[in-house]
């Protein structure tokens, strides 16, 4: 995925210029973002615009919604459009059948849902533009069951604070199944759905079949495709590099919104 100017290196920028610090280059750049004092100050700057964006639109402000006349004529697939491996070839071939979403976690009653249980529970379908960090939107429609519905079967615990999506896909080899996470305010927004159709048909390979997450009020990335499993969790510690994501953990920022 192409590297774009995101709020983390526009600080990065600054910090440069404000210091009067002659870099010559991306390494000694990057070197800078990893002293523990910078991290912690863009960390902070971080939250600061989270907490601002949701003081001005409302925790429930909802993402514009469109019509079918808007959709776009081709919707783009990007990041991984085939996971590879087996186990996944195998849930293709049965057209999922055999595939079950699992809710564990910080959670009082775990859960094994199939498809079709995901499609026998309440549904809704929204018409969103997808935002990608590499310069590209398109509108979709995307139908699925809200995650507070989920996360009403499952009944968090006290200590849960994140939603974590585990997904079949490793973006890149070696490094693990792709990961994301929201925390509650997202989570229980009435527009955050695990999608199972778009555009009035089952969802496709390329997006994310069998199931995707839906945060519109956020960029493309934190859209996580070939969801397998739900886990709630306390803090982001134990899972892969501690940023709550495979894209935070490379530099992005672990909050996205737009």
Same mark, same amino acid.
């Given at each position: 995925?192409?590297?774009?100017?995101?709020?983390?290196?526009?600080?990065?920028?600054?910090?440069?210029?404000?210091?009067?610090?002659?870099? #010559?280059?991306?390494?000694?750049?990057?070197?800078?973002?990893?002293?523990?004092?910078?991290?912690?100050?863009?960390?902070?700057?971080?939250?600061?615009?989270?907490?601002?964006?949701?003081?001005?639109?409302?925790?429930?402000?909802?993402?514009?919604?469109?019509?079918?006349?808007?959709?776009?004529?081709?919707?783009?697939?990007?990041?991984?459009?085939?996971?590879?491996?087996?186990?996944?070839?195998?849930?293709?071939?049965?057209?999922? !059948?055999?595939?079950?979403?699992?809710?564990?976690?910080?959670?009082?009653?775990?859960? !094994?849902?199939?498809?079709?249980?995901?499609?026998?529970?309440?549904?809704?379908?929204?018409?969103?533009?997808?935002?990608?960090?590499?310069?590209?939107?398109?509108?979709?429609?995307?139908?699925?069951?809200?995650?507070?519905?989920?996360? *009403?079967?499952?009944?968090?615990?006290? *200590?849960?604070?994140?939603?974590?999506?585990?997904?079949?896909?490793?973006?890149?080899?070696? !490094?693990? #199944?792709?990961?994301? !996470?929201?925390?509650?305010?997202? *989570?229980?927004?009435?527009?955050?759905?695990?999608?199972?159709?778009?555009?009035?048909?089952?969802?496709?390979?390329?997006?994310?079949?069998?199931?995707?997450?839906?945060?519109?009020?956020?960029?493309?990335?934190?859209?996580?495709?070939?969801?397998?499993?739900?886990?709630?969790?306390?803090?982001?510690?134990?899972?892969?590099?501690?940023?709550?994501?495979?894209?935070?953990?490379?530099?992005?920022?672990?909050?996205?919104?737009?």
């Amino acid at each position: 995925m192409t590297r774009l100017i995101t709020r983390r290196g526009l600080l990065r920028a600054s910090f440069a210029a404000a210091g009067g610090l002659v870099l #010559a280059g991306c390494d000694q750049l990057d070197a800078l973002s990893q002293n523990q004092n910078v991290t912690d100050v863009l960390q902070s700057a971080e939250w600061l615009t989270m907490k601002s964006q949701r003081a001005l639109l409302g925790r429930d402000a909802l993402a514009r919604e469109f019509t079918e006349a808007d959709m776009s004529p081709v919707f783009r697939s990007n990041g991984t459009s085939m996971p590879a491996g087996d186990a996944y070839a195998r849930l293709v071939e049965t057209s999922f !059948s055999d595939w079950q979403l699992k809710v564990d976690g910080q959670v009082s009653q775990p859960l !094994s849902l199939s498809l079709a249980d995901l499609k026998a529970m309440p549904a809704r379908t929204q018409i969103t533009r997808h935002d990608c960090v590499e310069g590209w939107s398109a509108i979709g429609k995307w139908t699925g069951v809200p995650l507070a519905a989920i996360l *009403a079967k499952a009944q968090p615990t006290a *200590a849960a604070r994140y939603v974590v999506f585990h997904c079949a896909d490793e973006y890149e080899p070696g !490094s693990g #199944a792709y990961y994301e !996470s929201i925390d509650f305010v997202d *989570a229980y927004h009435p527009q955050t759905i695990l999608a199972y159709g778009m555009n009035g048909n089952d969802l496709p390979i390329a997006h994310g079949a069998p199931l995707r997450l839906r945060v519109e009020r956020q960029l493309g990335y934190k859209q996580a495709k070939y969801i397998m499993r739900v886990e709630l969790v306390d803090s982001f510690a134990r899972l892969g590099g501690g940023q709550g994501g495979f894209w935070p953990d490379r530099g992005y920022e672990w909050y996205a919104g737009i």
